[in-house]
């Protein structure tokens, strides 16, 4: 199938970029994987479509005192291949190389991810685990900054505006004694998870669980935070119960839903065994 006819730009600043979308009929592309598809369905139809492929001002990314500053043009790849992302948020790493297959990875951007908002991505859980902050563009507005487990609305839908333009995202550091696990059930490598679940989870001087942050994917219309404190997460490492009831009530959308709700306690089980060790391992290395 063919697209239906439209205009194209292909501006080379965020500025000239913003200043096309106050077209109302305008639709940003950035690595395509997703807009190119709708449009050859002809389920998405825009007047003008605004490539951002030369705003190579938003590929980068800067170290900044306790967090990390990521353009919203970065590639998977570039995610994947990031030496600093890789010791500081290895979850982050880890999510990314369960995103598709080599070809999508070289195209699909972090902010194209966002925009598209599938509660299967793994990008828009691993924003919501870390705590991650987004900042997006627009000429009437201004800059505005959201904090992604608030960007996040339904199914393919955000808080953005059609003007709007996600140009950075800030990631915090974790804490100290804080590990993480990520657990992802699909049918093969590169499929859409079943369900999954991304956990960080911080420790006391003696090994206790203090905190535990987790994102979900694909049990609900977006990213399902949980988070809990210590009188709440299991004493040894016996983590199913704790997640059967903490999964008890999701809302997938899916046929089965009592099948996805099980492989989702499942998933998060055993990423919160997996982040317990890591922190106790590095407990031992200090």
């Given at each position: 199938m063919k697209p239906a006819p439209f205009r194209y730009l292909r501006p080379s600043t965020v500025e000239e970029a913003l200043e096309a979308l106050r077209d109302p009929d305008a639709k940003a592309?950035?690595?395509?994987?997703?807009?190119l598809t709708l449009m050859n369905m002809r389920l998405a139809r825009p007047g003008l479509v605004v490539d951002l492929g030369h705003?190579?001002?938003?590929?980068?990314?800067?170290?900044?005192?306790?967090q990390v500053i990521l353009g919203a043009l970065m590639t998977h790849r570039d995610l994947l291949e990031h030496t600093t992302l890789g010791e500081r948020h290895p979850v982050l790493t880890e999510m990314v190389s369960h995103i598709g297959h080599p070809a999508i990875r070289n195209r699909g951007t972090l902010g194209g991810s966002l925009a598209h908002a599938d509660p299967a991505g793994e990008l828009p859980s691993a924003m919501v685990?870390?705590?991650?902050l987004l900042h997006v563009d627009s000429v009437e507005r201004g800059r505005r900054t959201v904090p992604a487990e608030d960007f996040f609305e339904a199914h393919y839908e955000t808080v953005l505006e059609p003007d709007e333009l996600i140009t950075w995202v800030t990631v915090p550091d974790r804490g100290p004694r804080t590990?993480?696990?990520?657990?992802?059930?699909?049918?093969?490598?590169?499929?859409y998870a079943i369900a999954g679940a991304a956990v960080h989870l911080?420790?006391?001087?003696?090994g206790r669980a203090l905190t535990l942050r987790a994102s979900m994917l694909n049990v609900g219309e977006t990213p399902v935070l949980v988070e809990a404190v210590g009188a709440d997460l299991p004493t040894d490492d016996d983590w199913e119960p704790w997640a059967r009831e903490v999964t008890a009530d999701l809302e997938p959308g899916a046929d089965d839903v009592d099948y996805v709700r099980a492989v989702a306690s499942a998933a998060l089980a055993e990423a919160a065994a997996q982040a317990r060790a890591r922190a106790l391992a590095q407990m031992e290395q200090t």
């Open positions: 592309l950035a690595g395509g994987q997703n807009l705003l190579h001002e938003l590929r980068r990314s800067f170290d900044d005192d306790g685990l870390l705590g991650a590990g993480w696990g990520f657990v992802e059930h699909a049918p093969r490598h590169g499929d911080s420790t006391d001087a003696d």
